[in-house]
């Protein structure tokens, strides 16, 4: 029995650690745009320890980058704090359509899995999941989270604190900032693209094109969040 519980262990951490491997495309993705959302808290006054605590605690780019821009307008933390959950509320459906494809055992580990879900890791792991043992999915899907988390909070705490010396190094590096995390999500959405998904991604990119053409860019995210998800639920309730 030793010997079996010895070799459970050393498939988990096995698992977690191919986790950490795959999660090579959305660690380069979020390296350039934490070193932004680093030197954008520093230029809107958040000390390095406030930015950084930023992103340990909300781990989620459109609603950081949000969250500072209604900070500098003035805007009553009430309402920034309803509309950064509005950009979040497509994870409504992220969690429940992963958790469909995960063995339901270890029930206390999905919170974890829950908080570490983002876009990129979401799409990731619907292309790959079912590639992983079903024992060894939530481990593997950990060791995926951890690495994007810790990219996400450690590349933070280097813009926020030589974000100006790195872009006087690498120059280069300031034209890829707004560009790579749409371009990392476009990637992995096209790997998972499907029949099922192809309506209400259309129907999503639909209503952010309205609200671009609206001149009302700033909501553009919010519309596409709500309409995507809200399109796949009615198509799953009228087959």
């Not at 988390?149 to 100006?164: D, E, I, N, P, R």
Request: hydrophobic share 55%; with cysteine; aromatic share 10%.
């Amino acid at each position: 029995m030793a010997s079996q519980g010895e070799n459970s262990v050393k498939k988990a951490i096995a698992a977690y650690f191919q986790g950490v491997a795959a999660a090579y495309p959305i660690v380069l993705g979020y390296l350039p745009v934490a070193l932004a959302f680093g030197m954008a808290a520093e230029e809107a006054g958040l000390s390095s320890l406030g930015a950084t605590f930023t992103s340990v605690t909300v781990f989620a780019g459109a609603s950081q980058f949000a969250l500072l821009g209604l900070l500098e307008g003035g805007t009553q933390i009430a309402v920034t704090v309803l509309i950064c959950l509005a950009l979040n509320v497509r994870h409504i459906v992220y969690g429940p359509s992963l958790s469909a494809r995960l063995t339901p055992t270890r029930q206390k580990m999905l919170p974890f899995v829950a908080f570490g879900l983002t876009d990129e890791v979401f799409s990731l792991s619907m292309s790959r999941i079912a590639h992983i043992p079903r024992t060894r999915q939530l481990f593997w899907l950990l060791g995926l989270e951890s690495a994007a988390y810790l990219t996400w909070v450690g590349f933070t705490w280097a813009g926020s604190v030589g974000g100006k010396l790195i872009l006087a190094a690498l120059p280069f590096l300031e034209t890829t900032f707004s560009f790579s995390i749409p371009a990392l999500f476009l990637a992995l959405l096209m790997v998972m693209m499907d029949r099922e998904s192809l309506v209400p991604v259309l129907a999503a990119c639909l209503a952010s094109g309205i609200f671009l053409w609206l001149q009302l860019k700033n909501l553009s995210i919010i519309a596409a969040a709500i309409t995507g998800p809200t399109t796949w639920l009615l198509l799953r309730r009228n087959p």
